[in-house]
């Protein structure tokens, strides 16, 4: 049964107004894409390799000159956004689990760089931020990267599974937004810049592990979070707010049995705008703002789920979710990530040993 924040929705199986055709295969376990000119695409694999993919698919070599990558578990080479600017800069953001000097303990890293005008190497190599503190850990990395209109950058950072109650506070990056200049400096307008006991990098707080995050059209930051046993949900992060994990949550411990008082409201948190029960594990998430699939499917959020295999193409009116349709529903391939391209179609990468980049064919 589904579940929405309002506690009614509905799944369908919708027909088909796209059809997925493969681009390129042969990615190992693909996470992040981004897109330079020339209809290539740049892609990270979470082993830790970063490629160009050329517009007829060809994917190839790896890109040299990544840092050093603590690639295991849920952790390695993870999103990458290339800045708004890109054919003037060819500079790319790309988070990844970076770790300590004794290699004991780890945490997210995001980095800047300069693609080499051959598209072979990074240039001018800089971690602009690593969270805080770094933790033996091989879980909830989070690593959505996202730039908003004014130029600086959103990264949502998991709470690493075992050390929930971290996101409750803001000593910590753990289980939280973070909003940075290109430059890793602090926005002076950040919601804790200048709070005693607070980190100024801090957005909001309260979260647990964010796998996906776009801009909304109306220029607001969006994010879909992992819930548990159950309820994953879908934020609109605002300054300085409290989402609430572990404290409430619409899920459950793995294996059943509640999480700390099994509240699901309390004063001072958010609620989400959305949630599922039970868990689709959501990843990339993208709105669609151009008209190549029809009235129907313009401004409708698209969302990929990990543990069923599926695109969730979300209707939303008045700020609710009132209709979600399964793409792409064979369940047979993990959805790690989707984007709408400058092409105004929607590109999907495949999270498999053989991970695929495939683009949604309007009908």
Same mark, same amino acid.
């Given at each position: 049964m589904f579940l929405g924040a309002a506690g009614t929705g509905f799944f369908s199986i919708a027909s088909a107004q796209g059809t997925p055709e493969t681009i390129a295969t042969g990615l190992e376990n693909p996470w992040g894409i981004a897109f330079v000119p020339g209809g290539r695409f740049i892609v990270t694999e979470r082993p830790g390799r970063m490629r160009l993919v050329a517009a007829d698919g060809t994917?190839?070599?790896?890109?040299?000159?990544?840092?050093?990558?603590?690639?295991?578990?849920?952790?390695?080479?993870?999103?990458?956004?290339?800045?708004?600017?890109?054919?003037?800069?060819?500079?790319?953001?790309?988070?990844?689990?970076?770790?300590?000097a004794a290699g004991s303990a780890n945490s997210t890293a995001l980095a *800047?760089?300069?693609?080499?005008?051959?598209?072979?190497?990074?240039?001018?190599?800089?971690?602009?931020?690593?969270?805080?503190?770094?933790?033996?850990? &091989?879980?909830?990395?989070?690593? *959505?990267?996202v730039e908003a209109r004014d130029g600086t950058l959103f990264l949502t950072l998991g709470e690493r599974f075992s050390r929930k109650e971290d996101a409750q506070k803001l000593d910590n990056h753990l289980g939280k937004v973070i909003r940075i200049a290109k430059d890793g400096s602090v926005p002076a307008d950040n919601p804790f810049v200048g709070k005693a006991g607070a980190l100024?990098?801090?957005?909001?707080?309260? #979260? *647990?592990?964010?796998?996906?995050?776009?801009?909304?059209?109306?220029? &607001?930051?969006?994010?879909?979070?992992?819930?548990?046993?159950?309820?994953?949900?879908?934020?609109?992060p605002l300054a300085g707010r409290n989402y609430g994990w572990p404290v409430i949550t619409y899920?459950?411990?793995?294996?059943?049995?509640?999480?700390?008082?099994?509240?699901?409201?309390?004063?001072?948190?958010?609620?989400?705008? #959305?949630y599922w029960v039970p868990s689709i594990a959501p990843s990339g998430m993208a709105f669609l703002t151009s008209d190549r699939y029809g009235a129907a499917w313009k401004g409708n959020l698209f969302i990929g789920s990990l543990k069923f295999g599926y695109l969730d193409r979300i209707e939303l009116k008045g700020g609710k979710v009132v209709a979600e349709h399964k793409l792409l529903a064979d369940g047979r391939a993990r959805i790690r990530d989707v984007k709408q391209g400058p092409d105004g179609l929607l590109y999907v990468l495949t999270d498999e040993a053989d991970g695929k980049l495939l683009r949604l064919k309007p009908n």
């Open positions: 994917v190839g070599a790896p890109i040299a000159g990544l840092p050093s990558i603590a690639a295991g578990g849920q952790g390695g080479l993870l999103d990458v956004l290339g800045d708004s600017a890109f054919e003037k800069n060819r500079t790319l953001y790309f988070c990844f689990s970076e770790a300590d *800047r760089a300069t693609l080499s005008a051959d598209g072979t190497k990074l240039e001018a190599l800089k971690v602009i931020f690593s969270q805080k503190p770094k933790v033996a850990s &091989r879980n909830h990395f989070g690593c *959505r990267i100024p990098e801090i957005w909001s707080y309260g #979260h *647990r592990n964010g796998q996906g995050a776009t801009l909304g059209p109306d220029g &607001r930051f969006w994010m879909n979070e992992h819930g548990p046993q159950g309820g994953d949900e879908i934020n609109i899920g459950e411990n793995y294996g059943g049995g509640k999480i700390g008082d099994g509240i699901t409201a309390k004063d001072g948190m958010e609620q989400p705008l #959305h």
